[in-house]
């Protein structure tokens, strides 16, 4: 269920947001990220992903997220759960001065067939594979992404 801009904004200033985050990673173990064209953290690198929208089941978004940030359809269960994660922006989702605290489900997707796919460009505006190495370098890669490669090298760790 998509709100109209008021409610939105009602909602954003008075609870958390609970979205998924997709660490969608090759066989090399370069992450992709797209450059984000809408706020919070606009013109940042960031990982692909979205909102979890009222009455509508954690698989059920995955899939619907899946197809509009990566233009293929994936099942949550070809991905790996690692961790719950908590963002804090200023720059809100809505509007400038009103903030947004975010509960985000990161999940990790091996996805070597996007390598050669034209990816949608609604969310941002252009992607690329990045090595961890290099995210962590650059200060165009948002801080809640690279919080990411720790928690990927903390579940590898994990026994299945």
Not at 42 to 58: A, C, D, I, M, T
Not at 108 to 125: F, I, V, Y
Request: with cysteine.
């Amino acid at each position: 269920m998509w709100l109209d801009k008021d409610v939105f904004t009602t909602v954003v200033e008075s609870t958390p947001l609970v979205s998924i985050d997709l660490i969608v990673r090759d066989s090399r173990g370069r992450i992709l990220l797209g450059k984000r064209l809408n706020r919070p953290a606009q013109g940042f690198w960031f990982v692909p992903g979205g909102r979890v929208l009222k009455n509508e089941s954690l698989d059920q978004a995955f899939i619907r997220l899946t197809e509009a940030e990566l233009g293929q359809r994936f099942e949550r269960g070809q991905a790996q759960p690692i961790g719950v994660f908590e963002h804090f922006y200023d720059d809100g989702a809505v509007e400038e001065g009103v903030s947004t605290h975010y509960v985000v489900l990161g999940y990790l997707l091996p996805a070597d067939d996007l390598a050669d796919r034209s990816l949608p460009s609604d969310q941002h505006t252009e992607y690329c594979w990045w090595s961890p190495e290099n995210m962590k370098k650059s200060p165009d890669v948002h801080r809640y992404t690279t919080a990411y490669l720790e928690a990927i090298k903390k579940s590898s760790k994990l026994p299945a």
